[in-house]
């Protein structure tokens, strides 16, 4: 079921994103839904590679993109365990 939805936008984004619309031959609402699909996809995907032990914690902090969880995860249960 589609439901409208009003945005406020800079005036110059809301014309560049008309004109991409317009160049690749989609709605201005379809470039728009199509992009929101592919965040919340990747922030799922993203979530689902949590340890289910850490859930819980999932968006209390932001962490830099390029952060490694699993490695960040290791490295400090290894320092905290190595004597």
């Not at 690749?24 to 990747?42: M, P, Q």
């Amino acid at each position: 079921m589609k439901t409208k939805l009003t945005l406020t936008i800079d005036k110059s984004i809301i014309e560049k994103a008309k004109g991409l619309a317009n160049n690749s031959g989609k709605s201005l609402s379809d470039l728009v839904e199509r992009y929101l699909k592919k965040e919340i996809d990747e922030a799922e995907l993203r979530q689902s590679n949590i340890p289910e032990e850490f859930k819980g914690l999932f968006g209390s902090v932001n962490l830099p993109s390029e952060l490694n969880g699993k490695e960040e995860i290791r490295e400090i249960l290894n320092k905290k365990y190595q004597r």
